[in-house]
């Protein structure tokens, strides 16, 4: 199984700030994928990134507001950019080699926007 | 829409009781199904997942859950609950086709065991 590391674990951010989350995998893996759990929520999906191409964004998400980096096979980066309130969410990535496959999720990068 | 239903918002047992918490969706086709569970403060750990075979499948901590084809479920059991069990657990299921990857999760189930 993949394990999956994220930094930072945690942060407070300025209204207007942005935030960039890095996920590291232990092995390369086709398709990165980084999901928002907002407070007392379930898991949505905001992108899927894809090494070589542009990531491919769920309804209601945007590039400019979640830019997203996959650099390589191993290594993928979500920023979250003119920081509200409404972004404090726990942020989480998780990869998976195909389909069948379970996706393991990284320890979650918890951010509060003041 | 494609959907993963989670009844009960909390699910309360003694310890030492069977548990149950349970999962349906709404989906095409027939799709791979997991549960994980998230500890306060935790990521989101893997529990077990159905991908083919035989409808009960055993997972991590004595959890086991029994796909229902017809009635589209897939609910999560465990015949002796601890009061580490405690915890969120999700459901969630994602498609066969089209190779997205997507997980669709259903809204979360806060599980309370109690001495």
């Known amino acids: 199984s993949a394990v999956i590391s994220q930094k930072p674990s945690r942060d407070i951010c300025q209204r207007g700030t942005s935030l960039t989350i890095q996920c590291q995998v232990d092995?390369?893996?086709?398709?990165m994928f980084w999901y928002r759990q907002q407070p007392g929520q379930s898991l949505t999906l905001i992108a899927t990134?894809?090494?070589?191409?542009?990531?491919?964004?769920e309804s209601g998400f945007v590039i400019d507001k979640f830019p997203i980096s996959r650099p390589n096979l191993t290594f993928s980066t979500l920023t979250v950019s003119n920081l509200s309130p409404e972004d404090s969410s726990i942020y989480l990535c998780?990869?998976?080699?195909?389909?069948?496959?379970?996706?393991?999720f990284g320890p979650g990068t918890r951010l509060t926007v003041l | 829409a494609q959907s993963v239903a989670q009844p009960e918002d909390q699910v309360n047992v003694a310890e030492g009781n069977p548990l149950t918490v349970k999962c349906t969706y709404s989906?095409?086709?027939?799709?791979?199904l997991f549960w994980y569970v998230q500890y306060p403060n935790r990521g989101l750990q893997f529990l077990l997942k159905?991908?083919?075979?035989?409808?009960l499948v055993k997972g991590s901590y004595g959890f086991e859950a029994e796909f229902n084809k017809s009635q589209t479920s897939f609910h999560l059991k465990k015949p002796s609950a601890l009061v580490s069990d405690s915890a969120l657990y999700f459901c969630?299921?994602?498609?066969?086709?089209?190779?997205?990857?997507?997980?669709?999760f259903g809204q979360g189930t806060t599980l309370q065991v109690k001495p």
């Open positions: 998780t990869s998976l080699r195909d389909t069948p496959d379970t996706q393991y």
């Open positions: 092995s390369q893996v086709t398709m």
């Open positions: 990134a894809n090494q070589g191409s542009e990531a491919t964004y």
């Open positions: 989906v095409s086709g027939n799709p791979y």
């Open positions: 159905y991908i083919t075979g035989d409808n």
């Open positions: 969630a299921v994602r498609l066969r086709s089209g190779n997205t990857g997507k997980l669709i």
